[in-house]
């Protein structure tokens, strides 16, 4: 298989830092989930705060990832859909979202 080029450092930084994150509150999670059960309404919200965390930093890395591919032209819109689960229009949209402008002038702020 031939290469397609480097991946930018800003980029897989910013995917380091995020990966850890999320490691460390899927470990929160785990933790919470085989914790006490005692108090249901503790459980249930603490589980739900540690999961909406992991979701938002799941959704940053998945739109930057889908701007990225569809901008730099890494692959069409059709296998990033594929990829990512969602419909073309739903990539295209995801691309071009407010969400994924923000992440991408996170990580390359002069690129914005």
Do not use: C, F
Request: proline share 2%.
């Amino acid at each position: 298989m031939s290469k397609s080029g480097v991946v930018p450092k800003d980029l897989a930084e910013w995917i380091t830092v995020r990966a850890r994150t999320l490691t460390e509150l899927a470990q929160a999670i785990e933790e919470i989930s085989e914790g006490d059960r005692d108090d249901r309404t503790a459980w249930v919200l603490n589980l739900l705060e540690e999961s909406a965390e992991l979701e938002s930093h799941t959704r940053r890395m998945v739109h930057l990832l889908t701007a990225y591919a569809l901008r730099e032209r890494i692959a069409s819109a059709t296998v990033v859909a594929k990829r990512s689960n969602v419909t073309i229009t739903g990539a295209q949209n995801r691309a071009g979202s407010a969400l994924a402008q923000d992440v991408w002038a996170e990580v390359w702020p002069a690129k914005g």
